[in-house]
């Protein structure tokens, strides 16, 4: 029924929503003069025979968009319930900012035994998630500059060699050990699990989670640890390793970052030109080739705000984005693309890096802290910087030693050197802030 002729019907100052599944039937709301949109589905649900395609949280901000400068409100609807309800909130923002105003609700409040508590806990999480002003993973420290880095850098890696952080990396199997033996050089604690079957368990159990699919073994796996690690809140590193390759790698990563969101994306030029659907990059195989991208800053920005998370984009100079914030690392030894896995061991670090920065800030919260709407805690630019630092400066000094004669003595001399790393170090990086 047009909105028109439901006001004609209703009583006046009843508010009207339409239900609405694509950007066109957003504006044509707003036209009509509803008073709030509900879009969606955002997932499939049981509640309804869904009849419009899925839009998925990913696309909820681009039906956004049409309502910036109006008062308009929405709502986000179908397969929302409190488990998956943070995850909605912080990736539905748009590129231009606008965010939800709501959630709509069934079965996770009908189907419970206890719907007074169940509708609590949504409200409570909407209520936090739109009274805190961070919607992204990375800090309220800003503006940042290249001292600050470094320095809070350094004292992550001594909270990582203190607490040694348990980090689960669903990674290739050319790279399994090496990433391992990286991640205890580091000081942290590796655990290589791919079983759907264990995801629950070490969801609860681990600081951070790795997702590299560049030998996809096991899809399920990689879906249910990533969908765990945003129910904890435990920060997720995916590097989608050759996604330009082949269809399948195009479309499992599409279907992960569907499933749940991404904390930081990693990958080289011909990597993050594929996810982004950019022709200005060609890739072979698991490798970039060419100049790169023309502009790498705002295409780390772009894609940082798109995907709502941290994008990192490796190459003889790495550029990290929040969305706001572009930091450009100039670190590093051309013999990391003399071995095989060096982008894989900078993900793995990165993921180290977050594992010890989300842990400690929940750590410091106190017990009965209320609830912050943070779909994870701390700052996840910092821990990104720190985990790329970790691997280009040691590649620095693992390149001068004597005892190292080619890319085979590289490789030892490269995990020896993650684990000689220090604070004063990182002090002598290369960072600048743009
Ligand atoms: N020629 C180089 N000079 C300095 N650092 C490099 C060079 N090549 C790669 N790196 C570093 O190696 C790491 C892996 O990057 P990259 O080679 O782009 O990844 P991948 O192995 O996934 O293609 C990054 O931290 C990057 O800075
Ligand atoms: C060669 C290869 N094939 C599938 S995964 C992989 C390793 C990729 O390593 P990296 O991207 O870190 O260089």
Known sequence: MPIAVARSLLPPHTLIGMTCNTREHVVQAVKDGADYVG????????TKKVLNPVVGVRGLGELLEPLDGTDVKAVAIAGIKST?????LHGAISTTGHRLDGLAVVSDIV?????????????????????????????????????????????LLSTIRKHGPLVQQITNNVVTTQSANATLALGASPIMA?????????GKAIGGLLINFGTIQSLDGMLIAGHNANINRKPVVFDPVGVGASTFR????????????????????????????????????????????????????????KERCIVVLTGVVDWVSDGTTVVRLANGHPMLG???????MAGSSIAIFCAAESTDTANRRAPDAAEDGMLVRGDMLIATVGGILAVTLASEYAAGRA????????????????????????????????
């Not at 998956?84 to 909605?88: K, M, S, T």
């Not at 003399?338 to 894989?344: A, K, N, P, Y």
């Open 250 to 305: 195009r479309t499992s990563a599409n279907t992960l970052l569907n499933t749940w969101q991404a904390t930081v994306i990693k990958g080289n030029a011909g990597e993050l030109a594929a996810l982004a659907n950019s022709a200005e990059v060609q890739a072979r195989g698991v490798d970039s080739v060419g100049k790169g991208f023309s502009d790498p800053a705002a295409f780390v920005r772009n894609l940082a705000r």
């Open 194 to 202: 791919n079983a759907p079957e264990e995801m629950a368990d070490l």
């Open 39 to 46: 879009i969606g589905p955002v997932w499939a649900t049981q």
């Open 84 to 88: 998956n309800a943070l995850q909605c």
């Open 403 to 434: 005892d190292v004669k080619g890319p085979g003595t590289f490789l030892p001399a490269l995990i020896d050197e993650l684990g000689r790393l220090t604070a004063e170090k990182i002090m002598q990086a290369k960072v600048e802030v743009l």
């Open 338 to 344: 003399d071995i095989t896995g060096s982008g894989c």
């Open 111 to 155: 189907a419970s035994t206890e719907p007074y508590a169940a509708a609590k806990r949504l409200s409570t999480i909407i209520h936090a998630f739109k009274s805190n002003k961070i919607h992204t993973f990375s800090g309220a420290a800003g503006p940042y500059n290249q001292e600050y880095i470094k320095d809070r850098v350094g004292r």
